[in-house]
C-alpha cells in the first residue's frame, strides 16, 4: 500500500539517476590500509568490523542509496559476508569482496545468485545478500538502491562499527516519523542528518526480550502523502487513524465484517452442543485450533482471503484468529481483533504511532464484562494464556469504533512442582520414583514436548538419552490431553553415574534431574531489562533413604534469601532422620521484568542459586 504509492510519486521525480550525496567511502575503492588491516584498534577481539554504513534518502527523487563497507578480520568472523538490510520489492544490488592474493588486489563480483528480496510484511522487504569469496582479510562493498524509504537504520551492530551515518532530505508530499533507541550517543544529529562514531559490537545477553529493541538504531515510516489537488493518504499520524484504515480496508475490516457464511455449519454445532457462553467460546476456540497455522506472523489475511484459507485448512495468524472472531461474534459472544507486535518485531514505541510495528493477531474476547485472550495459532494453549512470543508490551484491540490498549504482561506463571522418593543403594544407584507436576506455561510447554515425539516410547528414551544412567521402568501422565488443568508425570526409576565415592565417602547431588550448573548473567554491567517473559515457581522435595552402614555428615546448608519486595526467593531446607534424609527446595522469580537498577542484585542472587544447587550431600562409612 505505501510502497505502491511512493513508486507512483517517484515518477514526477526529475531524473531516475542518484548518487549517494556526500559518501564517506567511495563504492569499489577501498583504502589501502583497509586492505592491510589485520585487527581493530578499538576491539582487538573483533572478529570483523563495519567501517562505512551510509544511507542517503534524495527527497526530490524518492530513492534511497545505502553502502556498506565490511572489513573481515578473523575466519570466524566470515559469516559477516551474509547479511541482510531494509529495502523495496524492486532494489537494484551490487557488491564485490576484495582480497590481497601475492600482494594485488583481487576483485570477486556479487552475482545475481547470491541476492535475494524477501517479502518480510505485506509492505516491507529486506534485500539479503550472500557475499562470493568471503575469507580472512576481506573488504566486502555492497550498494542498495530503491525508491522510497528504509523502515529502519542500525546505527550499531553485533560486530563493531567505525562509522554509521545516515541523511533523510525533506520531500514536499512525504511526511515520516523518526524514532530513535538505543545507548550510544550521536556523534552528529543536526537537520537532516545523524551519525555515530565507534559503535560497540552488541552483546546479546540472556533473557533479553529482542536484541534489536535495544540496538542503537533509528525507525523510520510514513505518516502521510500528500499531494496538493492530486492526493492525499494518511497512514499513522494517530492511533485513531490507525484504527480507521483498519476497518476500512478490504483485507482487514471488510473481511471481518462480512458474514463469512463458511463457519455457518461450526456455529450450528456449538449452539446444539453448548450451554452456557464460556461453553460455547471454548468449543469455537478448539473448532478453529483444527485450523494449521503456517508460522507467518501477520495481521492480515492470505490472498485469497480467510474463507479460502480456512477451506485449505491452513494459514496465517490473522486467518486463524479473524476466524475465531467471527465465530465468536456468530454466537452472540462479544470479540475483537487484538493486535500487537510480536518480541521478536521489538516493542510498540509507548511515544508514538507506528503502523508497521503491528505484525501480529490474537482475539480480546467478553462473557459478562469478563475479558479473555486467546490465540488458536496453538493447539496446546489454554484461553487466558497468549504464547510467549506475543508476551510484548501492549496489544491495541480494534472495536468497532475507537480502539483500546490491552496489558499484555503474562497473567500465568512457569510452574514446575517435582517430587522424588528414592533408595541409594552400597554401589550409588538410585531407585525409586518421580513425579513433575507442571501449570500454566509449564504445562503448556511440556505438552508440546511430549506431543513432539512419535510415541511415548521414543519420548521415554529421549529422557534416557539426556539423563546418563538413567533407567525409566514405568510410566503415566495424567493431563495430557486436558489442556485446561494441571499436568502430572510419574515414573519409577533407576539412575547410575549419580555418585561420586571418594575413599570412605559417597557424594550426591540431590539435584538429580534438573539444575541450573551456571549464572547466565555474566556481564558487570547491563543496559538493558532482564526480561524472563513470565513469572517462575519451582518446587523440588526429595526424600532418599541411605545404605546400611552409612551415615550422612553433610547436607546442603539451609537458608532463606530474597531480593529486595520478595521479587526473587530461595527456600531451602535439609534435614536427616535415621536412615533418611529429605531436601525442600523452592525458586520463586515473582515478577517477569527487572530494570537494569536491579541487575546487580538479580546477579548475585543467581551466584547464590547456583551454589545453593551445587551443595553436595555427603555420606560416610561406618
Known amino acids: 500500500m505505501k510502497s505502491s504509492l511512493l513508486i507512483t510519486l517517484s515518477i514526477w ?31 582487538t577481539s573483533a572478529s570483523a568490523v563495519v567501517l562505512c554504513n551510509y544511507g542517503y534518502f534524495n527527497g526530490a527523487q524518492i530513492q534511497f542509496v545505502h553502502q556498506i563497507r565490511i572489513k573481515i578480520l578473523k575466519e570466524t568472523g566470515k559469516s559477516n559476508g551474509n547479511f541482510y538490510v531494509p529495502a523495496n520489492a524492486q532494489t537494484d544490488v551490487k557488491g564485490q569482496v576484495v582480497n590481497m592474493e601475492n600482494g594485488k588486489a583481487v576483485v570477486t563480483k556479487l552475482t545475481k545468485e547470491g541476492i535475494f ?16 569469496n568471503v575469507k580472512a582479510g576481506s573488504v566486502i562493498d555492497v550498494e542498495f538502491f530503491y525508491k522510497g524509504l528504509p523502515y529502519y537504520w542500525e546505527f550499531q551492530k553485533t560486530i563493531p562499527v567505525k562509522w554509521s551515518e545516515i541523511v533523510l532530505e525533506d520531500n514536499p508530499y512525504i511526511s515520516f516519523r523518526k524514532n530513535m533507541t538505543g545507548y550510544i550517543p550521536l556523534k552528529v544529529a543536526s537537520g537532516n542528518r ?41 497512514y499513522a499520524t494517530s492511533w485513531d487513524v490507525v484504527v480507521e484504515n483498519l476497518n476500512r480496508s478490504n483485507e482487514f475490516g471488510l473481511q471481518l465484517n462480512s458474514p463469512n457464511g463458511y463457519l455457518n455449519d461450526i456455529e450450528k454445532e456449538i449452539k446444539k452442543s453448548a450451554t452456557t457462553p464460556y461453553e460455547r467460546m471454548a468449543k469455537a476456540f478448539e473448532a478453529i485450533k483444527k485450523f494449521k497455522w503456517n508460522s507467518s506472523q501477520t495481521i492480515w489475511p492470505s490472498t485469497g482471503g480467510i474463507s479460502y484459507a480456512f477451506n485449505k485448512k491452513t494459514g496465517n495468524a490473522a486467518d486463524i484468529n479473524m476466524s475465531l472472531v467471527s465465530l465468536l461474534r456468530k454466537l452472540d459472544i462479544e470479540a475483537y481483533p487484538m493486535l500487537l507486535s510480536t518480541r521478536q518485531n521489538g516493542i510498540i514505541p509507548p511515544y508514538s504511532v507506528s503502523f ?106 529421549s529422557l534416557e538419552s539426556k539423563f546418563n544412567g538413567l ?15 494441571s499436568l502430572s508425570e510419574t515414573m519409577h526409576f533407576s539412575m547410575k553415574n549419580k555418585t561420586t565415592k571418594v575413599g570412605n565417602q559417597l557424594m550426591i547431588n540431590p539435584f538429580i534431574f534438573d539444575r541450573i550448573v551456571e549464572n547466565p548473567f555474566k556481564a558487570v554491567d547491563r543496559l538493558y531489562p532482564v526480561d524472563f517473559t513470565t513469572c517462575k515457581e519451582q518446587r523440588f522435595n526429595i526424600s532418599i533413604k541411605i545404605p546400611q552402614g552409612w551415615q550422612a555428615t553433610e547436607l546442603p546448608k539451609n537458608v532463606r534469601m530474597a531480593l529486595p519486595d520478595n521479587s526473587a526467593t530461595i527456600l531451602m531446607n535439609a534435614a536427616t532422620s535415621n536412615d533418611m534424609i529429605q531436601i525442600a527446595f523452592k525458586f520463586n522469580i515473582n515478577k517477569a521484568i527487572y530494570i537494569q537498577s536491579e541487575y546487580n542484585d538479580l546477579k548475585l542472587f543467581y551466584d547464590e542459586l547456583v551454589k545453593k544447587e551445587s551443595e553436595l550431600i555427603v555420606l560416610t562409612k561406618i
Open 471 to 485: 533407567s525409566i521402568d514405568t510410566y503415566t501422565n495424567k493431563g495430557m490431553d486436558s489442556i485446561e488443568s
Open 356 to 461: 508497521d510495528k503491528l505484525n501480529y493477531f490474537a482475539v480480546k474476547a467478553f462473557i459478562n464484562d469478563t475479558p479473555y485472550l486467546l490465540d488458536a495459532t496453538e493447539e496446546y494453549l489454554p484461553i487466558n494464556m497468549l504464547p510467549k512470543r506475543a508476551i510484548n508490551g501492549k496489544g491495541l484491540v480494534v472495536l468497532k469504533t475507537g480502539f483500546e490498549w490491552m496489558d499484555l504482561t503474562a497473567q500465568k506463571k512457569d510452574k514446575t512442582y517435582e517430587m522424588i522418593n528414592c533408595t541409594l543403594s552400597q554401589d550409588g544407584t538410585l531407585e525409586g520414583e518421580c513425579a513433575f507436576h507442571r501449570s500454566e506455561y509449564a504445562a503448556y510447554e511440556q505438552r508440546k514436548k511430549f506431543k513432539s515425539f512419535n510415541s511415548e516410547d521414543e519420548y521415554l528414551k
Open 13 to 43: 521525480a526529475v531524473s531516475l539517476f542518484v548518487t549517494a550525496g556526500n559518501s564517506p567511502m567511495k563504492y569499489g575503492k577501498p583504502e589501502p590500509s583497509d586492505l592491510t588491516m589485520t585487527t581493530y584498534a578499538a576491539d
Open 194 to 234: 545523524w551519525a555515530v562514531a565507534d559503535a560497540p559490537a552488541f552483546v546479546a545477553e540472556s533473557y533479553v526480550n529482542n536484541y534489536e529493541n535495544y540496538l542503537s538504531r533509528m525507525q523510520i515510516e510514513v505518516q502521510s502523502i500528500h499531494v496538493p489537488g492530486a492526493l492525499y493518504k494518511d
Open 117 to 132: 528480496i524477501e517479502r518480510v510484511t505485506r509492505d516491507q522487504f529486506r534485500a539479503r545478500v550472500a557475499m562470493p
